[in-house]
T-cell receptor
Framework: EPEVTQTPSHQVTQMGQEVILRCVPI?????FYWYRQILGQKVEFLVSFYNNEISEKSEIFDDQFSVERPDGSNFTLKIRSTKLEDSAMYFC???????????FGPGTRLTVL | DAKTTQPPSMDCAEGRAANLPCNHSTISGNEYVYWYRQIHSQGPQYIIHGLKNNETNEMASLIITEDRKSSTLILPHATLRDTAVYYC??????????????FGTGTLLAVQP
């Protein structure tokens, strides 16, 4: 069964450093999402992406965040200058259409020191 | 904010049916009810969704009341591996609608041996 994959599973970085989290969505999916979950808190929507454009973003997704689909398979989330409060699990999700079920990857645990 | 209300926790004996309730009294006519679960900070796993008819798949059954203001997810024979946080989410499924998932705090289901 096709799955969303994410790398790395765990990323440790120093405050102020740039990080790139990578996702490989399911191959025939066209809509891509990033969510995050701070330890002990709810899963929160960050951004949705379709046709090489951001469709929607939350208040969390400020200028420090960016997303890109650099090739036909990867979908990335970049945090330019990490803060302590960026420490969280980051989940990628994808679906075939805007009305379809979203499928999630296993997540990347980001730890900012 | 999430448009659903769920009990914070429930217990279930292994091998018995687990019935997880969800209240969504403000649901609109074009909103579906989705159920996901999250096992120990892994990525949310899709379980089932429905609009107004009851639905069943290999994982679970979804019973939606006639007025659509509440629903129940049924795991027919719970196992220890079903211990997880279960999220009930309402989402509009038509083109142009925001398709982000808004997670609440869910129900922590603890399956007891």
């Amino acid at each position: 069964e096709p799955e969303v994959t994410q790398t790395p599973s765990h990323q440790v970085t120093q405050m102020g450093q740039e990080v790139i989290l990578r996702c490989v969505p399911i191959s025939n999916h066209l809509y891509f999402y990033w969510y995050r979950q701070i330890l002990g808190q709810k899963v929160e929507f960050l951004v949705s992406f379709y046709n090489n454009e951001i469709s929607e973003k939350s208040e969390i997704f400020d200028d420090q965040f960016s997303v890109e689909r650099p090739d036909g398979s990867n979908f990335t989330l970049k945090i330019r200058s990490t803060k302590l409060e960026d420490s969280a699990m980051y989940f990628c999700a994808s679906c075939t259409s805007s009305t379809d079920t979203q499928y999630f990857g296993p997540g990347t645990r980001l730890t900012v020191l | 904010d999430a448009k659903t209300t769920q009990p914070p926790s429930m217990d279930c004996a292994e091998g018995r049916a687990a019935n997880l309730p969800c209240n969504h009294s403000t649901i609109s006519g074009n909103e579906y009810v989705y159920w996901y679960r999250q096992i120990h900070s892994q990525g949310p796993q899709y379980i089932i969704h429905g609009l107004k008819n009851n639905e069943t798949n290999e994982m679970a059954s979804l019973i939606i009341t006639e007025d659509r203001k509440s629903s129940t997810l049924i795991l027919p024979h719970a196992t220890l591996r079903d211990t997880a946080v279960y999220y009930c989410i309402v989402r509009a499924d038509f083109g142009g609608a925001t398709n982000k998932l808004i997670f609440g705090t869910g129900t922590l289901l603890a399956v007891q041996p």
